[in-house]
């Protein structure tokens, strides 16, 4: 038996549309300008994004057309191989089928690059000599400074402290693509020097990094705005990941049972699960849908269903979505691509209609998971991949338990090769679980707005 099988698909095969869920999704919430209550205005979009973008984040059409530069940038690296992961499936002993779809092969060994290419092309077409955003672990900072390289473009991130020093390698990688990497919170912004103020030792959080970057792109018009997750146009870009998925699965000629993917701002998850959810909401096959979230950031399993922030500070509109406030900052486990408090409108929808299923999972439990199956297939994954891993695996073992073969699908989002501190404690027995006391939740959701603007509707 062979011990790998990979579906691959060439050049031809990359998806010329990105597929926009809104279309599918009746009677969507728009975000509101924070001022008035009223929905956001495209004049209001337009202080961050470029036209296009506005279109796209607008949009309630099926389908969005890629640019052929934008193709030909992804054609470096996509279409992403689709695997049966058979030595994993010998190793747990499972009737079930398992098949990853693997985004590691990226210029950056993520999925990040799938929007940042597009969003930063966008911005070269609107004149900006450069961009400015946040980042979490990293992953985000890099596809940025990569992409925006891309286009002889500048790049200024501001990362997460914790993950700042946690992963001095993704820092290295920015700068070698001349991006600059600012720890947040930091003093370059009244942002950051507010919560230096509050807490000098303030491990950051994505809020926080927001906000610096939100006030530093207000400060230059020159310099454009680009987000990672959550907003609907980037969940859109990311869809190319579950399109070719859709088409390598008619060469295997099998389809799945349940689809399954990490969560921190949606961007992963979304990519890979949406084109699945589409079709069956076409009245395709059924699908089950599981988005999996660290314990230590539990937005879709302990957040509220609520218009909140995307930032710490406020800067942002307001957004219907499952938050943990936007005061919440969160432990420095080692996901840091999963430390979001608030979750992409879509997905909170696709949650809140019954779509999709939401757990949580501690972080030891999902390194264990990551070095199980780096050493059945051979490829180490990032920390935000194992919590994917780990409840794929888990299902596995159900399907043996019951005696059922099930057809299983996770999203391996990106390699771990910068992220070996974080094995290196694993194997020291030096990560803690952090599981959030319901008095921490408690004191997170009380940062959610509690009164919403004149002529808001909840």
């Not at 693509?177 to 000098?200: H, I, K, N, Q, Y």
């Not at 849908?289 to 800067?315: H, M, N, Q, W």
């Not at 919590?387 to 059922?404: D, K, P, Q, S």
Request: proline share 7%.
């Amino acid at each position: 038996m062979v011990d790998r099988i990979k579906f691959l698909l060439d050049e031809n095969d990359i998806p010329r549309t990105w597929y926009n869920l809104a279309a599918d999704i009746p009677d969507l919430h728009p975000p509101l300008n924070p001022a008035t209550g009223e929905p956001v205005t495209r004049d209001d979009m337009a202080h961050t994004m470029p036209e296009q973008i506005i279109e796209q984040e607008l949009s309630l059409e099926r389908e969005l057309a890629i640019p052929e530069p934008v193709r030909q940038i992804y054609a470096q690296w996509r279409p992403s191989p689709l695997v049966r992961a058979r030595r994993l499936e010998r190793a747990l002993g499972t009737p079930a089928r398992i098949y990853y779809k693997y985004e590691g092969n990226s210029p950056t060994g993520s999925h990040k690059p799938n929007t940042a290419v597009a969003q930063l092309y966008y911005n070269h077409l609107a004149g900006k000599r450069g961009v400015v955003t946040e980042t979490g672990a990293g992953q985000w900072g890099s596809a940025v400074a990569q992409s925006a390289a891309l286009f002889d473009m500048t790049a200024k991130i501001y990362m997460v402290k914790v993950s700042f020093t946690q992963k001095p390698y993704r820092r290295g990688f920015m700068e070698v693509f001349g991006g600059e990497c600012v720890p947040s919170p930091s003093t370059e912004t009244a942002a950051g020097r507010a919560v230096l103020a509050a807490d000098p030792d303030s491990p950051g959080s994505l809020g926080i990094a927001t906000s610096e970057a939100l006030e530093a792109h207000a400060a230059d018009p020159t310099l454009g705005y680009v987000v990672g997750s959550a907003a609907n146009h980037v969940l859109a870009h990311q869809t190319v990941i579950g399109q070719e998925a859709l088409r390598q699965f008619e060469l295997a000629d099998d389809y799945p049972d349940l689809v399954i993917g990490c969560a921190g701002g949606g961007s992963n998850l979304a990519g890979l699960s949406f084109p699945f959810l589409g079709a069956k909401l076409r009245g395709g096959r059924d699908v089950r849908v599981i988005g999996v979230e660290p314990a230590a950031c539990p937005t879709l399993t302990r957040g509220r269903i609520a218009y909140d922030f995307a930032d710490s500070a406020g800067l942002s509109p307001l957004f219907r979505m499952h938050t943990l406030g936007h005061g919440f900052v969160p432990p420095a486990f080692h996901a840091g691509g999963l430390r979001a408090h608030g979750m992409g409108q879509l997905v909170s929808r696709a949650v809140e209609d019954g779509l999709m299923e939401a757990v949580a999972v501690t972080q030891r439990r999902c390194f264990e998971a990551g070095v199980r199956f780096a050493r059945a297939e051979g490829i180490l994954p990032a920390p935000e991949s194992t919590h994917a891993i780990v409840v794929a695996m888990e299902e596995a073992l159900r399907c043996r338990e019951e005696g059922t073969s099930r057809v299983i699908l996770f999203g391996l989002s990106g390699h771990g090769h910068f992220d070996l501190t974080a094995y290196e404690k694993y194997f020291a027995d030096a990560l803690d679980d952090d599981v959030l006391s319901d008095e921490q939740i408690a004191a997170a959701l009380a940062t959610i707005p509690a009164e919403l603007p004149a002529g808001a509707a909840r």
